[in-house]
């Protein structure tokens, strides 16, 4: 059976680059020969033991490619198609789908409904860092890249943009609004340009780290508060003259920075929750006025599919937004153990690494 390099997850502390057999699709599915993918925070919280998913699991969710085989039942495509697949591969056939919420597909048990079911990729089937990608449901969840784009410009759109553009719609920003961003890892970079696109004209971007503070200003902010020299709470309110923010996207997973964001909102305000939280959240008595403060608390989970991604593509195309400078490093499959090394301690102002097989 021929056989591929995959990065592959051995216990908390290992992901190797190994060998696996080259996926077969089933009838509605597609292998795509990936041609860039990139490592996710997630993935870092996989590599901790922080996420649990199972040993040998091949890891990644953020996949371009070129379609080598295509399932039985599988029209619309052509193998050589350039395509990209959304990091969340819903089916389209489940409850959760039917009810327009695609990222929790899966199936709801006695227990309770299976959260985040439509995340497959390097959760419960084998990922995007490897030579080749089996997709689900490729009628769904394939798109292709529009000609003149390259994998650098379309590599953001399977999650990073997809989930900072959530961050922004799910918090209903609106033509004239002010925004609060805390933290501009590169999700909260580009909720800082979605929350741009959609009308907002005071965006204040909350970091300590001097390029990201520079690159929260190239991707829209109009302020940048840095929270080691000032209290982020008291400079938004200077700086919106105490009215607080309409949105607050809170993007990086802190008990720390949700108090922060819901300190700061109006009245009414909305707090766009996009942070993956590894303890309990405390909601402080005061912010949240008691309950009596008609604010509003939004999660959202990256949003995929084929609908998705063409949009997605189809605002890069527009030069509405350039994710390019946000990969800071580039590596081969070879290398990806020294990858995960520099991005899993953030050194060397890494940003996103491109993985080229």
């Known amino acids: 059976m021929p056989k591929m390099k995959a990065a592959i997850f051995v216990e908390p502390g290992r992901i190797v680059l190994d060998q696996k057999p080259i996926p077969d699709p089933g009838p509605l599915d597609a292998v795509i020969r990936i041609t860039t993918t990139t490592i996710c925070g997630t993935d870092v919280h996989i590599l901790k033991g922080e996420y649990p998913v199972a040993k040998g699991l091949t ?36 409850t959760a789908c039917l009810c327009g919420f695609h990222s929790q597909d899966g199936a709801g048990t006695e227990s309770g409904w299976k959260a985040i079911g439509g995340w497959k990729f ?37 999650d990073i943009l997809s989930t900072g ?29 979605g929350a741009q696109l959609m009308g907002a004209t005071t965006i204040i971007a909350v970091e300590s780290v001097p390029a990201r503070m520079e690159m929260a200003r190239r ?18 309110m200077r700086l919106t003259n105490g009215r607080g923010v309409d949105v ?18 109006r009245p009414g305000g909305t707090l766009s929750s996009l ?6 959240l405390k909601i402080p008595l005061g912010a949240f006025a008691a309950g009596l ?54 050194r060397d102002g890494v940003l996103k690494v491109a993985i080229t097989p």
């Open 165 to 193: 553009f959530s961050g922004a719609e799910r918090g209903g920003v609106r033509i004239g609004d002010a925004v609060a961003v805390f933290a501009q890892g590169p999700i909260g970079l580009c909720a800082t340009a």
């Open 219 to 236: 991707m829209g902010a109009s302020h940048v508060v840095d929270f080691k020299t000032a209290d982020p709470v008291a400079e938004i």
């Open 275 to 280: 942070g993956v939280y590894s303890a309990d």
């Open 59 to 94: 890891v990644g969710h953020e996949p371009v490619g070129i379609i080598t085989k295509l399932g039985a039942q599988v029209s619309g495509f052509k193998e050589g198609q350039r395509v990209i697949a959304g990091a969340i591969t819903p089916s389209g056939t489940s």
């Open 248 to 265: 607050a996207i809170e993007a990086l997973g802190r008990q720390e920075t949700f108090e922060w964001a819901l300190k700061v909102l």
């Open 122 to 158: 390097g959760n419960t089937i084998d990922g995007a860092q490897a030579e080749y990608l089996l997709v689900p449901d490729a009628m769904a969840n394939l798109s292709p890249v529009p000609d003149g784009l390259t994998d650098e410009q379309v590599l953001m759109c399977p």
């Open 293 to 346: 403060g008609d604010h509003t608390i939004a999660t959202t989970l990256c949003p995929g599919g084929k609908e998705r991604m063409r949009r997605l593509m189809s605002v890069v195309a527009a030069n509405k937004v350039d994710t390019r400078p946000l990969v800071t490093h580039r590596f081969k499959l070879d290398q990806i153990e020294a990858a995960y090394e520099l991005f899993s301690h953030q």
